[in-house]
Every structure is written in structure tokens, then in C-alpha cells.
């Protein structure tokens, strides 16, 4: 990569840092858990169950907006990136795509030596953002033109994502998108894109393309599994259409879910932040009464939710 085109990546990483909120980390939140749950514990014999269950569902409240902020300040953060990082000369121009005509169909986009440039501000976004598991660049018409990792560029299993609702929405808006969890036509495992369109043009008509980043959802498990809820407790990530994004349990995390039947997760994206008791199906098969503390987590022109399922007390 010419020293230019590392100044201007070192120039935009720069600024983003400075003009965008760190996340809180995982540590912070345990520990603001943790004082929330306090006054539980210094409850005498003489305190009454109402004051202990107050206590425990402010408690919950504290949790679970704790964790919506962070992962809110996350995917903020990474789809500041791509926005930055699109307003690139090497970004916004696609000079290769002559190529398509002929490695289109085989490389399922351009060759790995095509439009280096661009290739290396998609590993550089990598690199510096670990909630990112992939870039991607896609033509006006749907074609990809380049994946990074390339590896996962030769594994898609299409060649056109005109279909995606991560393609669509973001051209009719003009705007960033936060999609819902999808199946990834280049790792078969489940994903969400954050995209940014790119115009051109005096009045911004023309399209060149649509900028994007694929959410490693495997971070996120580890996060929340770094948590160490209690037995019978659990934390999780839902999209927009209620298929679960991360979850606490490690032997159900890799499972599909939907929680889009719970009234907690209606009302999170709604914008409502609250606690419900409510059946939950646990272990696939078994609905059990559960109190589900649940917050909005808003990006975008989306709006998941994190969900905190308790025992009923």
C-alpha cells in the first residue's frame, strides 16, 4: 500500500476515534452489576420481599442497560468506520470492474491482485475494528465486486446480493443500514450487515456501489458469556426480526432462535425499556414463566434489543 493512501486510513482512524464514544467494556459492566446488586445483599431480616424484589429488578434494569449502550456504542462505532472510510478515493471508485465480465462467475468478483488499494483499507478496517468479520463491496446492479478476507470472497455461493434486504435498504434510504440476521452466502453461518451506499454526483443520484461490513456475532458470545451470569440466568442479542444475534449460554449460543413472539422483545423495539414475566421456551422444548428485563438498542435506521431472562421470582 502506497504511503499516501496509509496516511489518509491513518487520517480517518484518527478522527473516528476521536469523534466517536468508546464502548464500555464488559469489566465496567460486571462491576456496575455488581454495586447494583449491593443493596440486595444489605438487606436485614426486617426488609420486606417488595423491597428485595425492587432491588433485584433495578438491579436487572441496570444490567440490561448497560449492556444495550454497549453494544449501541459498538455497532455505531463500526458503521462510523464504514462511513468514513467510504468517502475514500480508493473506496468510491470501482476502475476494476471491467474485470467482473470475466472473473465474475469463477472468483465470484474481481482476482485477489484487482484494486489493491481498496482491498487494503477493508483488511486496515479489520484489523482496527474486531467486531468486523468481513468488507465488502457490491456494484449498483447487485454483483460483488470484492470480499475481504478473499477467502470468503471464493467461498459465496452467489455471485449477486441485489436480493439482500442489507442491498435494498440502503439504496431506497440513502442512508446507513443495520440489517437483520441473515445466513452468510460466503461462511453459511449467521451474520448481519451494516451498509453504506456510495453516490455520486452533484445531487448524490448516481450510484457507485454499497460499502459493507459483516458483525462477528462470535465476539459478541464471547462478551456476554464473559458475563458469568448465575445458573438459570441469561443475556442475549435480538435483531430487528427476532432471531437471536449473541446469547450468554455457550451450549446454546450457536443455536437459532427467535424471541419475536415475547412481549419484552415487541416492546423493546418499540423503543420501551421494562421487565415482563412471561413464557419462554428453555432448552427448545420446555415454556417456563420467566422475567424478562429487557432495553432498546438503537442504530441506524434499526432497532434491536437485549433481553435479560431470569427465573420468575
Do not use: C
Not at 478522527?15 to 447494583?36: G, H, P, W
Not at 450457536?254 to 415482563?276: M, P, R, T
Amino acid at each position: 500500500m502506497s504511503h499516501r493512501v496509509y496516511t489518509n486510513l491513518s487520517i480517518v482512524i484518527a478522527a473516528f476515534v476521536l469523534v466517536i464514544l468508546s464502548s464500555l467494556s464488559i469489566d465496567a459492566i460486571t462491576a456496575a452489576a455488581n454495586k447494583a446488586i449491593m443493596p440486595v445483599n444489605n438487606i436485614n431480616s426486617s426488609g420486606s420481599t417488595h423491597s428485595l424484589q425492587a432491588n433485584n429488578t433495578q438491579s436487572s434494569m441496570i444490567i440490561t442497560k448497560l449492556l444495550a449502550n454497549n453494544l449501541q456504542n459498538r455497532l455505531q462505532k463500526a458503521g462510523a468506520l464504514l462511513e468514513i472510510t467510504s468517502k475514500l478515493p480508493q473506496v468510491n471508485n470501482t476502475s476494476f470492474a471491467n474485470l467482473l465480465n470475466q472473473t465474475l462467475t469463477t472468483l465470484h468478483g474481481i482476482p485477489k491482485d484487482a484494486d489493491i488499494k481498496k482491498r487494503q483499507v477493508a483488511q486496515d478496517i479489520l484489523s482496527n475494528n474486531k467486531d468486523l468479520q468481513i468488507i465488502f463491496f457490491v456494484m449498483p446492479n447487485g454483483n460483488v465486486y470484492l470480499e475481504e478476507p478473499y477467502s470468503r470472497q471464493l467461498n459465496l455461493t452467489t455471485n449477486n446480493l441485489a436480493y439482500r434486504e442489507h442491498f435494498q435498504v440502503p439504496i431506497k434510504t440513502h442512508n446507513t443500514y443495520l440489517g437483520n440476521v441473515v445466513t452468510s452466502a460466503s461462511s453459511g453461518r449467521s451474520q448481519a450487515v451494516i451498509a453504506v451506499p456510495i453516490y455520486s454526483g452533484k445531487d448524490n443520484s448516481t450510484l457507485i456501489g454499497v460499502w459493507a461490513g459483516g458483525i462477528d456475532f462470535h465476539v459478541l458470545n464471547t462478551e456476554l458469556q464473559s458475563l458469568n451470569l448465575p445458573a438459570g440466568e441469561r443475556a442475549v442479542y435480538v435483531g430487528h426480526n427476532g432471531q437471536k444475534v449473541a446469547d450468554s449460554n455457550v451450549n446454546s449460543s450457536n443455536k437459532a432462535e427467535s424471541f419475536g413472539n415475547l412481549q419484552s422483545f415487541k416492546n423493546a423495539i418499540d423503543g420501551k425499556s421494562g421487565s415482563n414475566i412471561e413464557e419462554v421456551v428453555v432448552n427448545g422444548t420446555t415454556a417456563s414463566k420467566m422475567f424478562v428485563t429487557y432495553h432498546p438498542v438503537k442504530a441506524f435506521q434499526n432497532t434491536w434489543a437485549v433481553l435479560l431472562i431470569q427465573k420468575a421470582r
